[in-house]
């Protein structure tokens, strides 16, 4: 009897997934931008309280290393340094009584500030 050997890898696909709240979101930010080409950047920088923080910000610029998804007609642009401390994380985005906003759920955390906006 043959047997199949399965191999596994513990890193997800994609680099960053977005919810469909945070799609219809984007998308509709994009729109009132008016300009095509746009594509929602994702970045992490030194900085904050804790080491690191997020950028998010609309980018014509797409260099030849930059990692694209795309979900739907979002185009969603990670520099290879910032893929590595992003890799598997989900941007959502919720509209609720106590204030709207986008938030990350980034497995590669270890530890936040009290801001809840920087991160190691």
Request: net charge negative.
């Amino acid at each position: 009897m043959t047997q199949l050997l399965t191999i596994r890898s513990n890193k997800p696909q994609k680099t960053v997934t977005l919810t469909d709240a945070a799609v219809a979101k984007v998308s509709e930010l994009l729109a009132a931008e008016n300009e095509p080409g746009l594509a929602l950047r994702m970045a992490v920088r030194p900085g904050g309280c804790s080491g690191f923080s997020y950028e998010l910000f609309f980018d014509s610029q797409i260099d030849d290393s930059d990692i694209v998804e795309e979900f739907g007609d979002v185009k969603v642009v990670v520099d290879p340094q910032s893929a590595e401390m992003l890799r598997g994380s989900t941007l959502d985005f919720s509209d609720g009584l106590m204030g709207a906003g986008f938030s990350i759920d980034n497995p590669n955390v270890t530890r936040t500030c009290g801001c809840g906006n920087s991160f190691s």
